[in-house]
């Protein structure tokens, strides 16, 4: 099994690409070992010094650092996904699902604003971010302001404001007129 390993935006993480499906539908974040519950790769994973945070996507896995550095680690990391994906065993533990943050928020009046600002999303973003090793979810729109959440790669990169200000936002107001902002949340 070869496992390619890709940099991200974010050069406290690292994304890593086996070969095969990750995760069939949705993403996965963990953010700390205490979420790891639902899956014994994330386990096993947050059990090497220096890992804060496991994002699972469809095919690829990246994997943030604290100030440890990456020669020390990376080959821990490919051990741990080698030996998940020889043993056979499932990534997420029986029942695991998607990652699901909290509900959406938004006025009844702008459900068809928020239609097209979820296809956008999800046709345009996503899929460029998770190039990048991340993902960017819809969490609402209120007030001519749409908050997305960023995880795996983009959570915490130094280039996720320019991200959201200059490719999303203008994106977003080329496409949709009601849209004045994007935020983080």
């Keep these: 099994m070869f496992i390619q390993t890709e940099a991200t935006p974010n050069p406290a993480t690292l994304k890593f690409l086996p070969g ?48 440890t550095d990456w020669q020390h680690m990376k080959p821990a990391i490919l051990g741990a996904i080698m030996e998940q994906f020889m043993s056979g065993q499932p990534v997420m533990a029986s029942g695991g699902a998607e990652d699901t943050e909290d509900g959406e928020f938004f006025d009844d009046g702008d459900s068809e604003t928020v239609t097209v600002i979820k296809d956008l999303l999800e046709t345009r973003v996503r899929p460029a971010v998770a190039q990048d090793g991340g993902d960017i979810t819809f969490k609402g729109f209120r007030d001519g302001i749409v908050y997305l959440s960023m995880r795996g790669a983009c959570a915490g990169c130094p280039s996720s404001t320019a991200t959201l200000q200059h490719g999303i936002q203008n994106l977003l107001r080329h496409f949709v007129p009601e849209v004045e902002e994007v935020r983080p949340i």
Excluded: C, M
């Design 20 to 67: 095969r499906v990750v995760l069939p539908e949705g993403t996965y974040d963990f953010r700390s070992s205490a979420d790891a519950g639902a899956s014994p790769l994330a386990e096993k994973l947050f059990q090497i010094p220096g890992v804060e945070a496991v994002f699972f996507g469809h095919d690829f896995i990246t994997v943030t650092k604290n100030d």
